[in-house]
């Protein structure tokens, strides 16, 4: 029986955030106005993104929202989910008269496309043609019938064009805002010209450079992020990127304990148990700021955000490298109000002493940090020789099954371009979410040894990450950090790593296992990302990916327990 709407609403528990402004100066709130404007444009695009349908159905539940307390609900999940389709239940419908599913391609390509005629298509184009088609910051749409073609053509258009009525206001927000904080915090001001510029313009790579170097002008309060990102909403290809918008304030102080982490980043590269040959030479720290959330729009929710390392653009991290922002005050309400009570019904009582927010706070950081590790483009070649002769510990583990002959990227149009992403398709996000989650745990180890954790035990990494795959794995299994986590629980239990107590159904952490069986998987997930053959992620993906019944068991336990937090923003009554 499908939950009822009080009952979805329920799995979101309400969470205030916000900060004292009192400080800011006068045009800097003034300011934010302008930032809110086009946080409410952001919210309009990627309703827009999500499903063709989305515009017309958000409007007529918005007006039907007074109408009755039903109603209200109604609008309210649709608000939270970003469209008809509950995102912690598999997109199940709960509006009528919907699509079963959301369109795995959202409303990036026609709904009609097939995979055949998507692949077929990109043999026809040239080399700058195919780029944008596979771009991040082009919609494909059809041109008009002619002559026999019913369907008509596939086309790309720019983003600049497909959401011109939002973005020429949005630019024009954003230049307002960034006239009023240039006297005193001129980075930002450029970045936000820039960016507003790139609204118009589709080319984002210069703002993208600017937008790094606000990191390095910490006299400023506020941190913006705005711009098409992430790829997880684009099932189909996970190439082109939605609209989100943050409003942060930084936290300099926190910011600044944590520099450490900012040059452990290649220390963890040097230490990867992977072939040195796959090992990446050209990483550059990543600066991280902490910051406490004001705002946020667009692709934000479900679940909510609560780190990220940007940009995602290859190019734009190979001229000017990435940023890590961590959101302090997200992650508290989803420590208290979500893990706690989770990690209380499912993990052995006797371990629960290890829990600790610092674990989770710190795994999370290390978690967007392992984004930059390990190869971003494949390397070809890679067959069974890589996993007896170069890494000869590792027969025992899943890559011994799924080797075989690598890919031969010239039998499919997709697999022209070297970088994982553009390889991996519908399943790089999956994988990418489990390598980031994994290789974070292993740079957890391998900073305690070095003496730069030292407030946080190993014990205490792990326990709380066990529950963590708890609260990942309810977001669903076609949303990818769900479904990366599933992959990582279930390999840990059969490397029994974990262990299930049959009488309570409780897990357990098997402290003498769990080192290895986390460098085991780390080594895995790697090379199979760094191989690019995307048949063997596919069967890897699908052997691991699943609920088994014992994890079943325990998220049955859950069903009280909050899957994410709902905010309540100060900022909506400050401004």
């Given at each position: 029986?499908?939950?009822s709407?009080?009952?979805r609403i329920?799995?979101?528990e309400?969470?205030v955030l916000?900060?004292?402004?009192?400080?800011?100066h006068?045009?800097?709130?003034?300011?934010l106005k302008?930032?809110v404007?086009v946080c409410?444009?952001?919210?309009n695009i990627?309703?827009?993104?999500?499903?063709r349908g989305?515009?017309?159905?958000?409007e007529?539940?918005?007006?039907r929202?007074?109408?009755?307390e039903?109603?209200a609900?109604?609008y309210l999940?649709f608000d939270?989910n970003?469209?008809?389709?509950?995102?912690?239940?598999?997109?199940?419908?709960?509006?009528?008269d919907?699509?079963?599913?959301?369109p795995a391609g959202?409303n990036?390509y026609p709904?009609d496309m097939t995979?055949?005629e998507w692949?077929?298509?990109?043999?026809?184009l040239?080399?700058e043609?195919?780029?944008?088609a596979?771009g991040f910051y082009?919609?494909?749409r059809?041109?008009?019938?002619?002559?026999?073609?019913?369907k008509?053509?596939?086309t790309c258009?720019?983003y600049?064009?497909e959401?011109?009525?939002e973005?020429e206001?949005?630019?024009?927000?954003?230049?307002?805002a960034a006239?009023l904080?240039r006297p005193?915090?001129p980075?930002?001001?450029s970045f936000l010209e820039q960016?507003?510029d790139a609204?118009?313009s589709n080319?984002?790579?210069p703002?993208?450079?600017?937008w790094l170097a606000v990191?390095a002008?910490?006299?400023c309060?506020?941190?913006?992020?705005c711009g098409p990102?992430?790829?997880?909403?684009d099932?189909?290809?996970?190439s082109?990127?939605?609209?989100e918008?943050?409003i942060?304030?930084?936290?300099?102080?926190e910011?600044?304990?944590?520099?450490?982490?900012t040059?452990?980043l290649?220390?963890v590269e040097?230490?990867l148990?992977?072939?040195e040959r796959?090992k990446?030479?050209?990483?550059?720290p990543?600066p991280i700021?902490?910051?406490n959330e004001l705002l946020?729009?667009?692709d934000?929710g479900?679940?909510?955000t609560?780190a990220?390392?940007l940009p995602n653009?290859e190019?734009?991290?190979?001229?000017?490298?990435?940023?890590?922002t961590?959101?302090?005050?997200?992650q508290e309400?989803?420590y208290?109000k979500v893990?706690?009570?989770?990690?209380h019904?499912?993990?052995?009582?006797d371990?629960l002493?290890?829990?600790a927010?610092?674990?989770?706070?710190?795994h999370?950081?290390?978690h967007e940090v392992a984004?930059s590790?390990?190869p971003?483009?494949v390397t070809?070649?890679?067959?069974?020789a890589?996993?007896?002769?170069?890494?000869g510990?590792y027969?025992?583990?899943?890559?011994?099954?799924?080797?075989?002959s690598a890919?031969?990227p010239?039998?499919?149009a997709t697999a022209a371009?070297?970088?994982?992403r553009s390889?991996?398709?519908?399943?790089?996000?999956?994988?990418?979410?489990a390598?980031?989650?994994i290789?974070?745990l292993?740079?957890?180890a391998e900073?305690?040894?070095e003496?730069?954790?030292?407030?946080?035990?190993?014990e205490s990494?792990y326990?709380?990450y066990?529950?963590s795959?708890?609260r990942s794995i309810?977001f669903?299994?076609?949303?990818?950090h769900?479904?990366g986590?599933?992959?990582?629980?279930?390999?840990?239990t059969d490397?029994q790593a974990?262990?299930?107590?049959p009488d309570?159904g409780?897990?357990r952490v098997?402290?003498?296992?769990?080192?290895?069986?986390?460098?085991?998987?780390?080594?895995?997930i790697?090379?199979?990302q760094?191989?690019?053959?995307?048949?063997?992620?596919?069967?890897?993906?699908?052997?691991?990916?699943?609920i088994r019944?014992?994890?079943?068991?325990?998220?049955d336990k859950?069903?009280?327990?909050?899957v994410d937090i709902?905010?309540?923003?100060?900022l909506?009554?400050?401004?």
């Amino acid at each position: 029986m499908a939950p009822s709407l009080k009952e979805r609403i329920r799995r979101f528990e309400p969470a205030v955030l916000g900060e004292d402004l009192s400080t800011l100066h006068t045009d800097d709130r003034a300011a934010l106005k302008h930032l809110v404007e086009v946080c409410h444009r952001f919210d309009n695009i990627y309703f827009r993104q999500v499903w063709r349908g989305n515009p017309a159905l958000r409007e007529a539940l918005r007006a039907r929202a007074g109408e009755s307390e039903a109603d209200a609900d109604r609008y309210l999940c649709f608000d939270l989910n970003r469209g008809p389709w509950d995102r912690t239940a598999d997109h199940e419908p709960f509006v009528d008269d919907v699509p079963a599913r959301n369109p795995a391609g959202a409303n990036f390509y026609p709904e009609d496309m097939t995979r055949e005629e998507w692949e077929a298509w990109l043999t026809t184009l040239d080399p700058e043609e195919l780029a944008r088609a596979k771009g991040f910051y082009h919609v494909i749409r059809r041109a008009p019938p002619v002559g026999d073609d019913q369907k008509g053509a596939l086309t790309c258009i720019p983003y600049a064009t497909e959401y011109r009525d939002e973005l020429e206001p949005a630019a024009a927000a954003l230049k307002a805002a960034a006239g009023l904080v240039r006297p005193r915090h001129p980075t930002l001001a450029s970045f936000l010209e820039q960016r507003a510029d790139a609204f118009l313009s589709n080319d984002y790579l210069p703002s993208e450079l600017t937008w790094l170097a606000v990191a390095a002008a910490p006299e400023c309060p506020l941190e913006i992020t705005c711009g098409p990102y992430e790829v997880y909403t684009d099932e189909l290809n996970g190439s082109k990127a939605a609209f989100e918008m943050y409003i942060h304030w930084r936290d300099a102080t926190e910011s600044s304990r944590l520099d450490a982490f900012t040059h452990a980043l290649t220390l963890v590269e040097k230490r990867l148990p992977i072939p040195e040959r796959i090992k990446r030479q050209d990483l550059t720290p990543p600066p991280i700021v902490v910051v406490n959330e004001l705002l946020n729009a667009g692709d934000v929710g479900v679940p909510m955000t609560a780190a990220y390392n940007l940009p995602n653009d290859e190019e734009a991290v190979r001229r000017g490298g990435s940023r890590l922002t961590i959101i302090k005050n997200v992650q508290e309400q989803k420590y208290e109000k979500v893990l706690v009570p989770i990690a209380h019904q499912v993990v052995a009582e006797d371990q629960l002493p290890h829990l600790a927010f610092a674990a989770f706070f710190t795994h999370v950081l290390l978690h967007e940090v392992a984004h930059s590790n390990g190869p971003q483009t494949v390397t070809e070649g890679l067959g069974d020789a890589l996993a007896t002769s170069e890494v000869g510990g590792y027969a025992h583990t899943f890559w011994n099954w799924l080797s075989g002959s690598a890919q031969d990227p010239s039998q499919s149009a997709t697999a022209a371009p070297t970088t994982v992403r553009s390889r991996l398709q519908e399943y790089y996000s999956t994988m990418e979410e489990a390598k980031a989650d994994i290789t974070g745990l292993f740079a957890a180890a391998e900073l305690i040894d070095e003496g730069i954790i030292k407030d946080i035990s190993l014990e205490s990494f792990y326990v709380t990450y066990l529950a963590s795959a708890f609260r990942s794995i309810r977001f669903g299994l076609n949303e990818a950090h769900g479904r990366g986590q599933a992959i990582q629980l279930n390999y840990l239990t059969d490397r029994q790593a974990f262990a299930v107590d049959p009488d309570t159904g409780r897990f357990r952490v098997q402290m003498d296992r769990m080192r290895q069986a986390v460098s085991d998987l780390t080594h895995d997930i790697i090379l199979l990302q760094a191989r690019g053959d995307k048949a063997k992620v596919a069967a890897f993906v699908k052997e691991l990916g699943i609920i088994r019944p014992a994890t079943q068991a325990a998220l049955d336990k859950l069903a009280d327990i909050p899957v994410d937090i709902r905010p309540r923003f100060q900022l909506n009554d400050q401004v």
